[in-house]
């Protein structure tokens, strides 16, 4: 005799749908391990300081990087 898939007893099948699920862990999100790597984020700034940025043209993030990272310098 086969043993039906589902339960035929109510509480038994309420008890199946709140069985726990075994999924395997997500591994954890790594930062990149390449030195001096870019990563992309969102940063508020004035707009006079967003504009004195971008006056000089091409490359105004570069400057922005390049000033905060003097000012990391500067501080120690």
Do not use: C, Y
């Amino acid at each position: 005799m086969r043993t039906p898939r589902r339960p035929a007893n109510p509480h038994e099948a309420a008890e199946a749908l709140f069985k726990p699920v075994k999924r395997s862990a997500t591994p954890a999100v790594e930062r990149p391990a390449l030195p001096n790597a870019k990563e992309l984020v969102t940063l508020k700034l004035d707009s006079e300081v967003l504009a004195h940025f971008q006056a000089g043209g091409p490359g105004w993030q570069e400057r922005i990087n390049d000033a905060l990272r003097a000012a990391i310098l500067n501080k120690d």
